[in-house]
């Protein structure tokens, strides 16, 4: 069932992306790129992974790939900052809410794999008390004000039900040439399990 906040809204939110941020931003990613090979080796998620492309060279280039037919994942650096990223580039099904929650879930369930992954000894500390949302498609979402306000309570709604009653903060980022994008801050630290435990209940 559509909720009436999405009838209003009448954007069907697609191709969303979700970065959760690194602690250190400053960490060495070639120990990950036979993590993110044995990850195609094994298909542990519900998407097709299907290749490693390294982009480190790049300045606040895309990173490190794993690149999926449904989705991929990255290390990216695209806006200066080092963190996790999931980028869904099929359509899914449902309302807005449920996509934003498949989109995060998935983001942290990859959180939660390197940091417990031996083989990197720990070095990969995730601050999953800031996220940032993206929707990675001009056409369907161009960033301006109107677009904004359609889609800002929605993320009211997902933030609400990501961080419960513990407060948190929003901001877009107005600049046109950018993609639509907004940053959550939760006023305490949270765990990628805290939150995967907040999204399924």
């Known amino acids: 069932m559509r909720s009436i906040l999405e009838e209003e809204t009448a954007i069907e939110l697609q191709h969303i992306n979700i970065k959760v941020y690194l602690n250190n931003g400053d960490v060495d990613l070639a120990p990950v790129i036979p993590v993110f090979h044995s990850w195609i080796q094994d298909q542990i998620f519900d998407e097709l992974l299907i290749d490693v492309a390294d982009y480190r060279h790049v300045h606040h280039g ?24 999931y980028n869904r580039k099929s359509p899914v099904a449902g309302t807005n809410l449920e996509r934003l929650t498949q989109a995060t879930s998935a983001a942290l369930v990859a959180v939660q794999r390197l940091e417990a992954d031996t083989r990197l000894n720990g070095k990969l500390s995730f601050n999953s008390h800031d996220l940032q949302l993206i929707i990675n498609d001009r056409l369907l979402a161009p960033n301006d004000e109107a677009t904004r306000d359609a889609i800002e309570p929605d993320v009211k709604i997902f933030a609400a039900k990501l961080f419960g009653h513990s407060g948190y903060s929003q901001s877009f980022d107005t600049d046109p040439r950018h993609l639509l994008s907004a940053t959550v801050h939760a006023s305490r630290p949270f765990s990628a399990g805290d939150l995967l435990k907040s999204l399924g209940d």
């Open 62 to 85: 895309p990173g490190l790939m794993l690149i999926g037919h449904e989705a991929d994942y990255s290390l990216d650096q695209t806006d200066g900052v080092l963190g996790l990223r």
